[in-house]
C-alpha cells in the first residue's frame, strides 16, 4: 500500500492502443495526501506547505492540462489537520491547528523548510524538518498525536497556531471569526476557533516537565497570561496567535503533543482525547496501534489472488483511498443537539454516488446507513439534501454539478432492507427534495437546463417511486414514476445524444451514455442497438489515432480541438465513469471489457503520479476496486453489472458475508524485462455461474450480492455471445433482466 500514490502530476506510460485515443482536459493529477487517516474518520494529518488542494505538496491551483508548481521542493511550515482529499475546484479548505516544532525563534513560524526521509502507512506519516527535527504523527478517529524528535538545544519549542486555515493560494486563506485559547497549567491548554460559522475545539498536553507553556498573539509571547479571547476577527485584523511549550532538549530526545477536537467545545475534546489516548504518558505508539489494527480490518475486507505486485499495490491503494472520506465525527453536529451520526466531506455526491456509496454500502453497512441517517438530518435542518457537504455552515455551492443525487443510495439502502432509519420519514424529505432547486421547473416543464439535470431529476423521481411503492404509496408512487419518464424530453431523437446545453465538466457527449432506469426505451430512442453502439465506439474512440494530452498552461486553441473530439476523458471526469458499462444493454459487454481492460492498464500506476486525474474523494479509487473485481454498481437500481475481473480471484466482504469472484483461464499479465506492464491483450467473458447455477444475464440484483457467494466467471482471448441477449432490467421491457438467478 502507498499513500502516496495521487500526491503527484499524472505521470504514466505513455498509453497504447484504444486508450492513446482518450483526450482528458481536467486537471492530471490525482490531489491526494500521504498524511495520517484514520479509516472514515474526523481527524487527518499531515506536513503543510499551503499548496492546492490538500495543503501538501508543491501545486498551485489549476482547472485544465498538467500542474503548475507552487514550490520548487517538498517543503512545509508544520503539520495541519483535516484535509481534502483528492478533489478539485475549490479554492480553501481546512489544513486548521498548525503544529510547529521549531529551533528557531517565534518569530519565525510561517516560515517553510525542506520535506526530506517521508514515510507513509495507513495511520502514520513521517518526515524530517530541514531544521532536522524528526516529525511523526498518528491520529485515532477524533485526535491526533504528534512526535517530534529534536537536536540538542538550549530552547526548543513546539508551537501551535491557531489562526492557521486554508491554503497559500489567492483567496485560498480561511480567516477564523471567533477564538478563544486559555491555559490550564500542567501541560494542557485548549482552545476553539469558528471557522465558517463551524466551532472547532481542541484540547492539547504536552508532558515535558522542564518546559514552560504559553499563549502567543502576533508572535509575541504572552508571559504570565492564560487566556486569549477574540470577539470579532476581521481578515485585515487577523494576527497570528496560539500556544506554545518551549524548553531544552537533549540530542534525540522526543516529545510528544497530544490533541484531541470537537465540535461541542472544549470538555468534548478532552474527553475525546482522554477515550482514545488514555491518562498521562505517552500515547503515541498506542493510538497507531489501534489505527493501524481499524485499516487493517477494513482492507481486510477486499481480497484478491493474482496480479503483477503493481497492480496489487494500486489495488490496495485505491482501497485505501476509497475509505477515507466522507469523515464521521458521531456525536459532534454542531448544527443539531442530538447525539448520533455527523459526517462531513461529501465531496461531493456527483463525485461518489456512483462508485464509492455503494462500496461503502457492501463493506461499511454501518457507516452508510449512519451516511444516510445524516443525510436525512441535514435535509431536515437545512432544507435540502447536499449535493456536497462540509465542515461549514453556508449555501450548497456544489447545486450547479447535480441535481436529488442522495435518492440513489436511499433508494439501494431501501431496496436492500437496511435497518437503521424511518423510512417513512426519509420518503417526506426525498420528495420535498425533488422540489428544489432545479426540482421547480422541472416539476412544472418536465425539463431544466443545464439538461443533465433533467436525467438527474427522472431518476431520482424514479428512485423515490420505488421507495413510495414499496411502503404502499401507490399515488404518489404513480405520480413519481410518470414524471420519472421526463428523461426523455433531454434527448434529440435526431442524433441519439442530450440536446445541446450547458454542461459541469464535459459536453454533450459525455453525460449522453448515462445508466438510466429506461435504457431499452433510451436505446430505441436513439435508433437502436447498432446505432447506440456506433455512437459509443465512437465516443470512446475505436479505430481513431491516438491524441495528445494537454501539457502545462495549454494554449486555447489546443483546449478547443481537444472538446471538438468529444471524446471519453478516461477516468478523469466523473460523468464518464459509468458510460463503459452501457453496451451492457445494447448486448456488447465485449466492448466493455475493452475499455476497462485499457482504463485498468493505462490510466493507474505506482508512484506519485500514479492517478489519471482526481481521486474526488475516493470516488475514482473505488471505481478501480469495483472494476478489478469484475462488477459495476448501477446505483439507484439495487444491480451490478458483471464484467471480465482484473485478478484471477478477487473477494469482497458484503456485510457478514462475503462474495467471492473466481475465474478460470485467467493469464496473467506479462512483465516486461523494465519491469513494467507490456500491453496485456483484454480477456472476454465466455461464461458465467452464480452458486453454480448458469447465469446468461450481464448483471446481478444488489440483494444477491449482498447476500454473498461465489460467481465464477470462465474466461477467453476472444468474445463471445455472452451477453448478447438477456440485457439488464429496464424499465419499460419486463422482458429484460431474464437469465438471472432468483
Known sequence: MDPFIGTAATALPQPRGLAATWWWPKPQVGNTHPGATSPLGMVSACAYSGAYPTGYGRYAKNTEGVPEEMFDRLQASGFTHFQQSGTGAIRKYYNYVRVTPMVQPLDDLGSSWPLANEVAEPGYYAATLGTGVRCEITVGAKVAVHRYTF???????????LSCGGLAIELGRTVPLRAHAESLGHGRMQGTVVMEGVPLSVHVEVDSPRWRQMLWYDRRLIDGGTRLDFDSIRPTTLRPFGMLYMGPTTAGQTVEIRLGFSLRGCDQARRNLELECGGNGPAFDRVCAATRERWQDHLGRVRFEGGTPARRRVMTTALYHSLIKPCFADDESPFWPNSGPFAFDV?????????????LSAIAPDRATDLLESLIRVCEEEGNFPIGYRMARGADRFFRQASALAHTALADAHALGRPGLDWNWALVHMVDDLRRMYGEDFFEHGVVHPISHTLDLAFAHHCTAQVARALNDVSLADDLERRSRGWVNAFDPATGLLRDSEFYEGGKWNYSFRLLHDMAARIALGGGDTAFVDNLDRFFGFGAPPVLQPGRRPEPAEMAAGYALQRFEGLNNEPDMEAPWAYHYAGRPDRTTQIVHSALTWQFGTGPGGLPGNDDSGGLSAWYVWA?????????QNLFLVNAPAFAQGAIRVGDRELVVE?????????????????????????????GRELDATHLSGTEVHRGGRLHIRLGPQPSSWGGRARPPSLSDPRRGSGGTA
Open 663 to 691: 475465474t478460470s483461464g485467467h493469464v496473467e499479465t506479462p512483465i516486461g524485462a523494465d519491469g513494467i506492464e507490456h500491453d496485456p491483450p483484454p480477456q472476454y467473458v465466455q461464461a458465467v455461474t452464480f452458486n
Open 628 to 636: 478489478s473485481l469484475g462488477l459495476f454498481p448501477v446505483a439507484g
Open 151 to 161: 537536536p540538542e538545544h538550549s530552547n526548543a519549542r513546539v508551537v501551535v497556531d
Open 347 to 359: 465531496c461531493t455526491m456527483w463525485d461518489i454516488y456512483k462508485t464509492q456509496l455503494p462500496l
